[in-house]
């Protein structure tokens, strides 16, 4: 045999193999970008297993010197989303393996965002169809939710506590939140284009409905602030929203809906007892939900006031609240892990650096999708969209709650974003060699 046919054959036996590899990275992934948000509040751990199924994947992908070459010039076209999601996991990182302050548990779920960033670097290799698919992730995890709260329904004894749905690994307020969030970007991934199906127009319909109930019964009202943000990120951009005829039938509709939702007895409860908690508050009580929130902010604050720069040290917040108590500054009753806000966390337990990296995070991740959610593919337009859906309800929910330290959480965020943005990628390279 010649050394020539030798060569020959060991080069088509390497094309097989890398054929091969390539369709069983790609129908992994596709398979983890889909049960992500399928399994997040139906399986503990759920998300966090496909997200590290992708990430080796990532490395296997990497591994090839023509993938790490692609890899580079996507990095220098997203260096803004690479830089808003490494910043904030590098500064906590700083904290505390440098310089010891802060708990080593504290940083686990904060290197999700980091961590996604191979990932993504797969993710925007893949074509843009197959990471389309997500959006079925999103209505299957919703309409498994909202079966989870019909069974509640019928079987009282599956409620979290008294009038408050949530599930045996989450309590009712990030429960609450995401479902809602799923619940919408199911809705929101039908297509700007003008032409959707029937039966997927039914389907996502009936996921958001059922994202919506399971929140209405978690009670979280933090979750409900975010309603016109997600309200606003299925509407806009929609050619068939130009005509006024339509944005008052839709404003009609919207109107209708929020009047029946106040009207009933679990929003009317829930709302009526922030009034009630800030007229205890206003008489020196603080033991409420309200008072206890507000009195978690002010101490933050004092906080950040002594420990200006980094902060108390990520995950110390109780530690230093305790002694904040001791001293006689505030009501040992309020002493918490979180401060039930992810900005005044930050302040507190990171400090102005940390505030700063979050802002980088937020809004870095947030003009990523943006500047893209005029584009004239639909494809393109719709993943802005839903991009932006994800951000900016995240900052939202954060008013109320400590969305990043959960570690479903920051998983979920990482991952979803980069899916999202890969599609744009993709989907923009597609279009470059038509």
Not at 23 to 39: K, N, R
Not at 114 to 129: E, K
Not at 283 to 303: D, N, P
């Amino acid at each position: 045999m010649s050394r020539s046919g030798g060569y020959k054959r060991i080069s088509i036996g390497k094309t097989f193999v890398l054929m091969y590899l390539n369709q069983f990275v790609t129908g992994v992934t596709t398979a983890a970008i889909i049960l992500s948000p399928t399994l997040i509040l139906s399986v503990k751990g759920g998300t966090g297993y496909c997200f590290f199924t992708i990430l080796a994947l990532a490395f296997l992908h990497l591994a090839i010197l023509e993938n790490r070459r692609h890899a580079i010039e996507i990095l220098r076209t997203y260096r803004l989303y690479a830089i808003s999601m490494s910043t904030l996991p590098v500064v906590i990182a700083f904290q505390v393996l440098v310089l010891h302050d802060g708990r080593l548990a504290a940083l686990d779920p904060m290197l999700r965002l980091v961590l996604v960033i191979p990932s993504f670097l797969l993710l925007a290799s893949l074509p843009s169809y197959w990471l389309c698919r997500v959006e079925w992730g999103f209505v299957a995890g919703a309409l498994l939710t909202g079966a989870w709260a019909l069974y509640a329904i019928v079987h009282p004894s599956a409620w979290y506590g008294p009038g408050r749905l949530g599930n045996s690994f989450i309590n009712p307020i990030p429960f609450g939140d995401m479902a809602l969030l799923i619940g919408f970007l199911a809705f929101a991934s039908l297509d700007r284009g003008n032409h959707v199906s029937g039966i997927e127009l039914a389907i996502k319909i009936i996921a958001l409905l059922a994202g919506c109930l399971a929140s209405y019964l978690s009670g979280s009202r933090g979750g409900w602030i975010a309603l016109p943000w997600l309200i606003w990120s299925y509407f806009s951009g929609r050619h068939w929203m130009l005509s006024i005829y339509s944005r008052i039938a839709v404003g009609a509709v919207l109107v209708g809906c929020l009047t029946i939702a106040g009207t009933t007895s679990i929003v009317s409860e829930r709302l009526n007892a922030i009034s009630t908690d800030l007229r205890k508050f206003e008489q020196g009580e603080v033991m409420t939900s309200t008072g206890q929130r507000l009195e978690l902010w002010r101490a933050s604050l004092r906080l950040l006031v002594e420990h200006p720069v980094l902060g108390v040290g990520k995950g110390h917040l109780k530690l230093a609240l305790i002694e904040l108590a001791d001293r006689g500054k505030i009501s040992r009753l309020i002493t918490n892990e979180h401060a039930h806000n992810e900005f005044f966390s930050m302040l507190a337990e990171v400090g102005i650096i940390g505030m700063m990296s979050l802002i980088l995070l937020y809004i870095g991740t947030f003009l990523s999708f943006w500047r893209e959610r005029k584009n004239e593919d639909t494809t393109i337009s719709t993943a802005a969209y839903l991009g932006l859906a994800l951000v900016g309800s995240t900052m939202i929910f954060g008013l109320t709650i400590d969305i990043l330290p959960i570690v479903m959480n920051s998983a979920f965020f990482a991952l979803t974003s980069a899916t999202l943005l890969a599609t744009i990628a993709s989907r923009k390279r597609e279009l470059t060699q038509k």
